[in-house]
Structure formats: structure tokens, C-alpha cells
């Protein structure tokens, strides 16, 4: 197949990046020719993939319609294809796949309601509509059942169109300690002691993976489980109120800003739970790659990724990051587990996470791209 793939920042950044170059990797790897239809491209050099640049420009405030409207330009001048798949929100198209939070659930719960009328975000809503309509795209893809409801409830999308196809993740780069004593070499050459507690919280942005929520929870534990637990945090983002929160709660001491780090396997090894309260997310990558590792997750019903954990399933499930004395409870009675139900529970992660793969993942979507040419064929 010929297929023209949108997205606006391409390469190696984020989540989103990150999936649209694996995706478009995989897909290019089993014959199909594949534009890349985006603003930014930083995978020069890969084989069976075409950059067709999308010129930047216009204001700031309506980045995202400009986008769509300069990327449908550039998609009406390539040569023919056989299916366009946007992971950015742009219309017409044959597939799109909802990667970020859909804006008109987002809105209401991350921004006051006077937020809520800039421009910026009334254009976002607009342009989520359109593209999320029926006679524009011809089927959506989402990565958990969450999702799929709200696209179904808040657009009237047809749902015998929606199809959850789930992410991901390469277990050869993510898998649990070989044995305990790696896990406690790493620690050390970390500098973790053999008594500390770790939980650790992934983020690019931290308010949507609920640092507050995790800080807050944090200062709830009691005073003896305290003093032998750190909150380790990795991500690029600003800490500066943070730290101001941890000062005022009294927990600056046992919080760690690590920015962004390289071998994320390494963090996950060395932790004892993954703390992730997220706000709202389509479906955290970091739960996933964290269970792989055999860390078991703390995460929201907010998180789409929380439908990988059964009662048992390596983790444990709030219904949202307000819940912060809850989330101490159970953070505190996983702290608290002997050693041989703390081992099951890491087992269960691992378990939990052993279907989710990146061939599987493209052999769905690529299941589903031929459908909907076949169909358009008819």
C-alpha cells in the first residue's frame, strides 16, 4: 500500500513521536511505501520512508488548524495513495488514531472555565469535531476501551467504527532484572540504598501524570515508611512548583528530580512501584514498559493503560488523582508486603504486559488498512 502518514513532529520525542516512528517503520519494513506527511522530521536516513515536508507557519494561537490546513495542501499535491492515516487531528482521512487526550473531555477537567474560551482551545475543539466526524474520517483507532467510549459518546461516532488496537513495547529493551542481584547492583550504582523505598513517576509533563497527586500522597505516608521512601522523578519538565509543594508538605528530602534519562530499563528495575496518577491520558506508555520490567503500576481509571491491570494484574487502580489518601493507602501497603508477595506482584506485571507487542500492534493496524481499502474499492 501507499499510505501518507500526518503528524505534525516526527522523530524522536514523546510518546506520540515515538509511536508514529515505529509504526512507520514497521509498516515500511513489510513492503508498503510510506510519506510522511509533518512539519519536523528527525529519522533522516530510513530506509522505505519519504519525508514530504509540511511548511511551517501562521499564528501561534491556531497552531493546530494551521497545521491540518497546510498538511491537506501538501496531501492533495502528493501522487496518488491509497490511505491516509493522521495521528494528528486533520481531516479528510481514511484512519485517524487518537494519541492525545481528546480535548473536549480534557478541557472541563484541566482548565477553569474562563480557559476554556481562548481562542486556541475554541479552534482545538473545532478542529477535534470536525475530524472526529463520521462523513471525514472513515474509521478511528484507539488504544484503550476509554477512549473508545468517550469518542462514541461525545462525537456520535459510529462505534462499529472505533476499533481499539493496543500499544505496544519492545521486550527486548524492557524486561525484568535478570536476577536479584542485578537488581541490587543497579540500585547501587544509583546510589539507592539496599533499605530505601523507591517509587518512581515518569513524565514529560507533570501535572497530567499527576505529580501533585503523587507529592501529596507521598507526605500522607507514615512517619517510619516515610523516612525510608523517595519519589524519584524522571522527565524534562519544570519542577520549580513542585519543589515549592514538597518544601510546603515537608518532603523536600525524600523527592529526586533526575530529568530525562536514557535507559528508562534501568529506572524500572531499580524502583518498587511505579506511581502514575494520571489526570487523563489516552494510554500511559511508562505503565506499560514499568509492568515489562516486573514494576508493578499505581495508576488512575483516568489512564487508559489502567485496563491492563486486573484485581491481581501487577498493580493497583484509583478512580482519579483527587483520591490522594487512597493512593497513600495503597502505596503504603504495597511498601509494606514481605518479599515473596512483593515478587508476585512484580510476576503479575510481567504477565500483564506479555501480550502488548509492537508486531502485534502493526499486524492489527495493517489488518484494518486493508479493510478499509477494500471497502473504499467496492
Known amino acids: 500500500m501507499r499510505i501518507a502518514l500526518i503528524k505534525k513532529k516526527y522523530g524522536l520525542g514523546g510518546g506520540a513521536e515515538r509511536y508514529a516512528r515505529t509504526v512507520a517503520e514497521g509498516l515500511s519494513e513489510r513492503g ?112 484503550s476501551r476509554l477512549i473508545q467510549k468517550q469518542v462514541v459518546e461525545i462525537f456520535g461516532f459510529p462505534a462499529d467504527r472505533v476499533k481499539v488496537i493496543r500499544n505496544g513495547v519492545d521486550h527486548d529493551s524492557f524486561h525484568p532484572p535478570k536476577n536479584p542481584d542485578e537488581r541490587a547492583r543497579l540500585r547501587a550504582n544509583q546510589g539507592i540504598k539496599p533499605d530505601t523505598n523507591v517509587l518512581l513517576l515518569v513524565a514529560e509533563d507533570f501535572r497530567i501524570k499527576g505529580l501533585s497527586s503523587a507529592i501529596k500522597a507521598l507526605a500522607g505516608l507514615p512517619a517510619g515508611l516515610l523516612a525510608s521512601t523517595r519519589l524519584r522523578v524522571a522527565g524534562s519538565d519544570n519542577p520549580r512548583h513542585y519543589r515549592r509543594l514538597a518544601q510546603k508538605l515537608g518532603v523536600e528530602k525524600n523527592l529526586r528530580f533526575l530529568g530525562r534519562q536514557e535507559n528508562m530499563r534501568e529506572l524500572y528495575a531499580t524502583a518498587d512501584l511505579l506511581v502514575c496518577p494520571s489526570l487523563y491520558e489516552p494510554f500511559a506508555n511508562v505503565c506499560l514498559e514499568a509492568c515489562a520490567c516486573g514494576l508493578p503500576v499505581l495508576t488512575t481509571a483516568d489512564n487508559g493503560a489502567a485496563e491492563m491491570l486486573g484485581p491481581d494484574g501487577g498493580g493497583y487502580v484509583v478512580e482519579n488523582a483527587a483520591m490522594t489518601d487512597k493512593i497513600t493507602r495503597l502505596i503504603a501497603g504495597h511498601l509494606s508486603l514481605p518479599p515473596p508477595a512483593r515478587q508476585a506482584r512484580a510476576e503479575a506485571a510481567v504477565e500483564a504486559a506479555a501480550d502488548y507487542c509492537w508486531e502485534r500492534h502493526v499486524d492489527e493496524l495493517e489488518n484494518l488498512f486493508q479493510e478499509v481499502v477494500s471497502h473504499r474499492a467496492c
Open 32 to 143: 508498503h511505501e510510506v510519506k510522511i506527511l509533518a512539519e519536523r522530521f528527525d529519522a533522516p536516513g530510513q530506509p522505505g520512508l519519504v519525508w514530504a515536508p509540511v511548511p511551517r507557519g501562521g499564528t501561534t494561537l491556531l497552531r493546530a488548524r494551521n497545521f491540518h490546513l497546510r498538511a491537506q495542501r501538501v496531501l492533495a499535491a502528493l501522487p496518488e495513495t491509497d490511505l491516509v492515516y493522521g495521528l494528528s487531528r486533520t481531516y479528510p482521512v481514511d484512519v485517524f488514531r487518537v494519541t492525545e487526550q481528546l480535548h473536549a473531555k480534557w478541557l472541563a477537567m484541566g482548565y477553569s472555565y474562563w480557559q476554556q474560551w481562548n481562542p486556541r482551545h475554541r479552534s482545538l475543539l473545532r478542529l477535534e469535531r470536525q475530524t472526529l466526524t463520521a462523513s471525514h474520517t472513515r474509521r478511528v483507532v484507539t488504544n
